[in-house]
């Protein structure tokens, strides 16, 4: 592969765009698509070799299992075989957070090739809500794996500039849908049926869709570090990485710069009661929030800011943790991955 297109999908080109994508996609190829949460890298999931392009593309290790895009409700029988005694909340879940960034793992159907779920009996499922990829899906016609359009371990993309630099050459088209609404991957669960309790749900990845958002549907436990869990395998404890070293402390004080080395703290709201922004003379600052959104605006900026620290030429990158309150603990969980050692 050599050259990448970029297609933009604004108003009046949406159309040829979709078309586009579509066509490619029903050929068995794989192209990035923009959706409310990070861009994805899709391929018809009911082609194993159009998915086998999604890993070389990202050089994902297989036993990563993708997220399955489906395009309706009614499209979920055939990738998900939903057990009866999680068929009603599974329902309500829909009914609410659907078409949206919440990802359900249930039982797979055999349409589902089992390089898709890395041979795993469940498949994580997601409506997406974005207007280009919905169009998208509903033209191909069967549902769309899509894992995000990174290489792996790196920082998901949140505009299709960025899409470029991590795949750029590597893959055939981008659709150019703008800025992703949520900045952050959709929240992935997993749910347990209780005799005569309401269910137990576990996010095994915290994400837009909030532990209070999902606490009327169910008894919720946030899943703790993810690498003992073997049925998780994508999970890893390092991901999310830039490749210049981003250091998380317990205290402020815990930073003890080196002699020589240029540093870059991002930082939450730029507030100098955190500790940070006093502790060191940084070469560069970054703020998440720097206007009133909080954690909304910063988990839209996490992944940009956290490219454009990567770019600026720092020996490391500093990151202030955010409240670990409602998004709070999905942005902690993206910084606290970014900061962890890959494992070799
Ligand atoms: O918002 C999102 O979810 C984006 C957009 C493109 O939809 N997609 C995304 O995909 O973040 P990806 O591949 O980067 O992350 C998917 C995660 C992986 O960590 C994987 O392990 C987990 O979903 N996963 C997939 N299938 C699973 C399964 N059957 N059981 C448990 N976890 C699963
Ligand atoms: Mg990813």
């Not at 073997?230 to 930073?255: C, I, N, R």
């Not at 409602?326 to 890959?342: C, E, F, T």
Request: one cysteine or more; a negative charge; aromatic letters at 6%.
């Amino acid at each position: 592969m050599s050259e990448t297109r970029i297609l933009s999908a604004d108003e009046e080109e949406m159309e040829d765009a979709v078309r586009e994508a579509a066509n490619l996609l029903d050929a068995g190829e794989v192209v990035a698509v923009p959706t409310e949460t990070v861009y994805g890298l899709a391929a018809d999931a009911f082609n194993a070799d159009a998915v086998a392009k999604v890993f070389a593309a990202k050089e994902r290790p297989e036993f990563d299992p993708l997220i399955v895009h489906i395009a309706s409700f009614k499209e979920l029988e055939d990738v998900a075989a939903v057990p009866e005694d999680i068929a009603p909340v599974v329902k309500s879940l829909a009914g609410a957070f659907w078409p949206g960034p919440l990802t359900l793992v249930l039982p797979k159907t055999a349409r589902v090739p089992d390089l898709v779920t890395s041979g795993l009996p469940t498949v994580a499922v997601r409506q997406s809500g974005n207007l280009i990829f919905r169009a998208i899906g509903k033209q191909l016609g069967r549902p769309i794996a899509a894992p995000s359009a990174n290489r792996f371990g790196r920082i998901s993309p949140t505009s299709a500039s960025a899409v470029e630099k991590e795949l750029g050459g590597r893959i055939p088209l981008i659709v150019d849908g703008g800025a992703c609404r949520d900045g952050l991957e959709s929240t992935i669960i997993a749910i347990e049926p209780r005799e005569d309790k309401k269910p137990l749900i576990r996010i095994l990845r915290a994400g837009p869709v909030t532990k209070e958002d999902l606490q009327k549907y169910g008894k919720v436990v946030i899943e703790k570090r993810i690498t003992d869990r073997p049925d998780v395998p994508g999970q890893l404890e390092s991901h999310y990485a830039p490749v210049t070293p981003l250091l998380m402390f317990a205290k402020p004080q815990d930073f003890v710069p080196e002699p020589g080395k240029k540093y870059g703290l991002l930082s939450y709201r730029g507030d100098p009661k955190a500790g940070y922004i006093d502790a060191h003379d940084w070469e560069v600052v970054e703020e998440l929030s720097p206007g009133s959104g909080k954690l909304m605006e910063a988990a839209v900026r996490l992944f940009y800011v956290m490219r454009s620290l990567d770019e600026a030429g720092l020996d490391a990158i500093v990151a202030e943790p955010v409240s670990e309150t409602g998004l709070g603990v999905a942005i902690n969980d993206r910084l606290r991955r970014a900061s962890a050692k890959p494992a070799d």
